[in-house]
C-alpha cells in the first residue's frame, strides 16, 4: 500500500508559474498515492495528470480585515509574540514587518482551516505534506493547536521563500517556527542550502538536504549544422530581476558578426524590452531577434532538438537555484552564459562562461563574441562538457527519483 503524500503548491496544475513541477509529478505518482492543492482558482488546468490523482483548488483570502477572525487564536500563541520581539529588536521597518508576519499568520490558518474543512486531512490523519515553497501555508500545520502526530512536514524552498533580500521587507517571517517544527527542508542548489545555515545560524545535519531539480532528456542532442547565423537563446519571465535589458544593450555593441538572439518568456517588462529592442537592435544589420512570448516547455525542447543554438545566455541578478531553464539547454549539449547568481554557478563548469552579478554590457557582449569566436574543436569540447554535467547532476531520471525516495524513507 502507498503512502499518502500531500502537494502543496502555488499554481500547478493550473495557469503558468511552475512548469518545472511537471517531470517530477510522475515519479511522485508511482511511489505514492498523491494529492495536489493548488492556490489558483481562476484559470482552466493547463496539465494533465493520472486520473488517480486528486487535485483540490484553494482559494485565499484576498482583504487585509478578513485577517482579523484569526487574532484569538494569534495573540494565544507564544511563536506569534517570539516572532514580533524579534522584530521589535531589529528596528528596521517595524510596522510594515509586524504586519507582515500577522498577514503571514493569519494566511497560515486561513489555510488550516481549508484543510480540515475540506477532509484533505484530520488529526488521526498518516501522510507526508510536501509544501512546494516555504511560505504561508506552512504554518497551516506547524502553528500552535494542531499536533499531526502520524504526518511528515516537508517543504521545497527556491527563491522568494529562501533569501532575505526577495522579501519586501528585507527578512522572510517565522524562520525559527518553521526550521523547529518541520521534518526536512529541501533546497535546489547548494548556494542555497549554504545561505539558509549561514543567515540562520543552523548546523547542518540530514534535515537540511540539497535536491536538485531536473530535467528529462531522452537521447536528444542539439544539431549542429555548418553554415548558420549564430544563434543564441534566452528563456525567463520578462521582469527586472531577470535583466533581459543587459543583453540588448550588449547585443547592440557587437559589431561585424552576425548573430540571432530569441527570447522564450512573457512578463510584466516586455512592452518596455520590445521598445529597448527596437530602440538599439532594429538598425543593426548583423543582429536579429525574437521575442517568442510565452511558450510550453515541449516547444523549448523541440526548438532545440530541431534547430542549431550556439549559447544559453542569463544575465538574472538573482537566482534561488540552478535554473531549470539552464539546465535544459545543458541537456542538449548547449554552451552556457550566466551570471555569478544563486545556483547558477553550480551549471557552468568548463560548458561557458561565468560573468560576475553585476556584470556590465561590455562584459557581456566579450562573453558572446568568446563563443562567437571559437574554433570548431574548442565548441564541441563545450558542448560536450555541458551535456555530461547534465547527465551527472540534472537528469531528472535519477534526482527525481532519489528525491522521491527519499521522501519514502522519512
Known amino acids: 500500500m502507498k503512502n499518502k503524500l500531500i502537494l502543496i503548491t502555488d499554481n500547478y496544475p493550473f495557469g503558468r508559474g511552475e512548469e518545472f513541477i511537471i517531470d517530477e509529478i510522475p515519479f511522485l505518482e508511482s511511489r505514492f498515492d498523491l494529492t495536489i492543492i493548488a492556490s489558483n482558482v481562476t484559470e482552466e488546468k493547463t496539465k494533465e495528470l493520472n486520473p488517480s490523482v486528486i487535485v483540490h483548488r484553494y482559494s485565499p483570502f484576498k482583504k487585509s480585515y478578513q485577517a482579523l477572525k484569526y487574532i484569538p487564536q494569534m495573540i494565544t500563541d507564544l511563536e506569534f509574540w517570539k516572532e514580533a520581539l524579534r522584530i521589535l529588536k531589529t528596528k528596521k521597518l517595524v510596522s510594515k514587518r509586524l504586519k507582515d508576519i500577522f498577514l503571514f499568520y493569519a494566511k497560515g490558518l486561513d489555510f488550516r482551516k481549508y484543510l480540515f474543512a475540506s477532509g484533505i486531512i484530520n488529526k488521526n490523519s498518516e501522510c507526508i505534506l510536501y509544501f512546494y515553497w516555504m511560505n504561508y501555508k506552512l504554518l497551516s500545520v506547524l502553528a500552535k493547536g494542531l499536533n499531526l502526530s502520524n504526518c511528515k512536514v516537508v517543504a521545497r524552498t527556491h527563491g522568494y521563500d529562501l533569501y532575505d533580500f526577495r522579501n519586501i521587507y528585507g527578512r522572510q517571517p517565522f524562520r525559527e517556527l518553521i526550521d523547529k517544527k518541520i521534518d526536512r527542508i529541501y533546497f535546489v542548489s547548494d548556494y542555497g542550502k549554504g545561505y539558509y545555515l549561514s543567515n540562520h545560524k543552523k548546523t547542518d545535519g540530514k534535515k537540511y538536504t540539497v535536491a536538485k531539480l531536473g530535467i528529462i532528456n531522452e537521447g536528444k542532442i542539439n544539431p549542429i549544422e555548418k553554415p548558420h547565423t549564430f544563434t543564441m537563446v534566452s528563456c525567463s519571465n520578462m521582469i527586472p530581476l531577470k535583466r533581459i535589458d543587459l543583453i540588448i544593450w550588449a547585443l547592440s555593441m557587437i559589431e561585424d558578426f552576425s ?3 530569441i527570447h522564450f ?3 510584466s517588462a516586455r512592452e518596455n524590452l520590445e521598445k529597448l529592442a527596437t530602440e538599439l537592435l532594429s538598425n543593426k544589420q548583423n543582429i536579429k531577434y525574437e521575442f517568442k512570448g510565452h511558450v510550453n516547455n515541449s516547444v523549448i ?13 542569463t544575465t538574472s541578478s538573482t537566482e534561488g537555484g540552478c535554473p531549470v531553464s539552464i539546465q535544459a539547454a545543458m541537456s542538449y549539449g548547449i554552451p552556457i552564459i550566466g551570471t555569478n547568481a544563486g545556483g547558477i554557478p553550480e551549471t557552468i563548469c568548463g560548458n561557458g562562461f561565468l560573468l560576475e552579478a553585476d556584470s556590465t554590457p561590455e562584459e557581456v557582449a566579450k562573453a558572446i563574441m568568446k563563443i562567437g569566436n571559437m574554433d570548431k574543436d574548442s565548441i ?10 547534465w547527465e551527472k547532476e540534472f537528469d531528472a531520471n535519477i534526482n527525481f527519483e532519489k528525491f522521491a525516495d527519499d521522501l519514502n524513507d522519512i
Not at 301 to 313: A, K, L, N, R
Not at 380 to 389: H, L, T, Y
Open 259 to 261: 548573430l540571432n538572439w
Open 265 to 267: 518568456g512573457d512578463g
Open 301 to 313: 525542447h523541440e526548438f532545440y532538438q530541431t534547430t542549431p543554438v550556439d549559447s544559453f545566455i
Open 380 to 389: 564541441a569540447f563545450m558542448r560536450e562538457k555541458s551535456r555530461s554535467k
